[in-house]
Nanobody, 121 residues
Framework: QAPLVESGGGSVQPGESLTLACAASGYTSSSYSMAWFRQAPGKEREGVASIASDRSTTYAYLVKGRFTISRDKNTLYLQMNSLKPEDTGMYFC?????????????????WGQGTQVTVSS
């Protein structure tokens, strides 16, 4: 499979927005669920948002109402609004087949290298 490649990270102030993208050619077919995870220094990687092959979405409670996940033919997106300092971390996109628990990292077999998001005043 082609690699997953994230982009769009950066440094922003609290309350601002960022949109992350993940080049996902080969994974956006109906066979794969896709998700965004993040990892802060010293913490476990946690699921942020997922989108299944039927386009149904799941969000972690900490980001619900602020983040929106979407996908098109070749790209996975994460629109992040009203960013908070606690959103800081490395953001990874992931793909997996036959995913049951959509925010569990063990369900996903394919991972990108990550893009850094820093929210600070």
């Amino acid at each position: 499979q082609a690699p997953l490649v994230e982009s769009g990270g950066g440094s922003v102030q609290p309350g601002e927005s960022l949109t992350l993208a993940c080049a996902a050619s080969g994974y956006t077919s109906s066979s794969y669920s896709m998700a965004w995870f993040r990892q802060a220094p010293g913490k476990e990687r946690e699921g942020v948002a997922s989108i299944a092959s039927d386009r149904s979405t799941t969000y972690a409670y900490l980001v619900k109402g602020r983040f929106t996940i979407s996908r098109d033919k070749n790209t996975l997106y994460l629109q992040m609004n009203s960013l908070k300092p606690e959103d800081t971390g490395m953001y990874f996109c992931a793909a997996g087949r036959y995913v049951a628990d959509h925010l569990a990292k063990l369900e996903y077999n394919y991972w990108g290298q990550g893009t850094q998001v820093t929210v600070s005043s």
